[in-house]
């Protein structure tokens, strides 16, 4: 049995669950290669975490079984065994865990409906098509509260609600957070050696741009509901006909586009917008200088907006001070620091 799920795209495509034997399959119109890349089990960053002591933990994220991730439609992603009862206070550095993964390699659109929970506490994505996106917090994952996401499907609010403490869930969430981002900086040399042979792929491949909430375009669709800020051509021509409006570009491109016909052979670009900020190069996205700073801004972030009375942590190379008037992030020589309202 084929059973749609998600939001028509592009002609009215969408992503089909289906039954093959005992197996079941989330059949992409699209390619899957960001899934197999950051999550499937035989992925090169699978093999080089495998490798790296400090970074084990990482394993148990690229737990997806995809199949031909280099194909533009019909791949899939192996549904593996979800948890429908878990343990939120374990789950905290599960979450830290993914937090850093996603905020190094720039993966957004991580809410609660593109992740899955399992038997095994841990957290595994499942529909990633938003990546290498130059970030300024964590926060943009979509994994802790930011303005983007509904407070619905934010994962940190719901697990950390039902935690004995959510104080100190936090703070094993911010633990996890800080060793293993700590442990990607220092082996980041691995880490680009392990994706230099698909660097071709990773250049070309297309990466969703997504423009506004998607809640937008339903309630357009559903009620004919305008949003404040009006909809572009390029989003009305897909909404005309019954599609959420679907953009992409790749790491290299300055432009974004959206497809014109249903075989996706054909794309144009969005006039009036480009493509800067939205995504970057693989080797812009692990420059360390920026990486370092992105690192202490989210523990920052996280210190003054999640964290409540003092902390003292020393994780590596790394020290973080939360007093009542202030937070401080030593990462090796360099400080930074911000006052608490």
């Known amino acids: 049995m084929n059973i749609p799920v998600g939001d028509k795209h592009n002609f009215g495509r969408c992503t089909f669950k289906v039954s093959r034997g005992e197996d079941l399959l989330f059949v992409k119109p699209r390619p899957v290669f960001w899934e197999w890349l950051f999550f499937g089990v035989d992925s090169p960053l699978t093999n080089a975490f495998g490798r790296l002591p400090g ?3 990482l394993l148990s994220t690229t737990m997806l079984e995809v199949s031909d991730p280099f194909k533009m439609s019909g791949s899939s992603v192996k549904e593996i065994e979800t948890g429908s009862v878990y343990n939120p206070d374990r789950l905290s550095s599960a979450l830290g865990s993914q937090l850093a993964y996603a905020t ?4 957004t659109d991580l ?6 929970t399992t038997p095994q506490q841990t957290i595994v994505p499942i529909d990633v098509e938003c990546v290498l996106m130059p970030l300024r917090l964590g926060n943009e994952t979509g994994l802790l509260p930011h303005r983007v996401y509904d407070t619905n499907q934010c994962l940190f609010l719901s697990l950390s609600s039902q935690a004995v403490s959510a104080n100190s869930f936090a703070l094993r969430m911010l633990s996890e957070f800080v060793a293993i981002f700590d442990q990607m900086l220092e082996n980041l040399e691995t880490i680009r050696s392990a994706l230099r042979p698909h660097q071709d792929v990773i250049d070309t491949c297309p990466i969703r741009v997504i423009l506004r909430p998607t809640r937008e375009y339903a309630q357009y669709l559903e009620k004919a509901v305008l949003p404040q800020i009006g ?3 390029e989003e009305m021509i897909q909404l005309r006909r019954g599609d959420i409006p679907y953009f992409f570009t790749t790491s ?3 432009h974004i ?3 014109l016909n249903s075989e996706l052979s054909e794309s144009a670009p969005v006039s009036g917008k480009d493509a800067q900020g939205f995504v970057a190069p693989l080797d812009v996205i692990l420059e360390k200088a ?3 700073k992105l690192f202490a801004a989210t523990t920052l972030w996280i210190c ?3 964290l409540n009375g003092p902390v003292q942590l020393n994780i590596g190379a790394v020290r973080i001070e939360r007093s009542k008037h202030t937070a401080v992030v030593q990462i090796g020589a360099s400080e930074y620091k911000t006052a608490l309202a």
Do not use: T
Request: hydrophobic fraction near 45%; charged fraction near 10%.
């Open 231 to 233: 909809f572009v051509e």
């Open 257 to 259: 586009f959206y497809y």
């Open 111 to 116: 809410h609660r409906n593109n992740i899955i």
């Open 252 to 254: 290299v491109s300055q």
């Open 304 to 306: 003054s907006r999640l």
């Open 104 to 107: 190094l390699f720039g993966i």
């Open 55 to 57: 970074l084990n933990s």
């Open 290 to 292: 920026n990486l370092q």
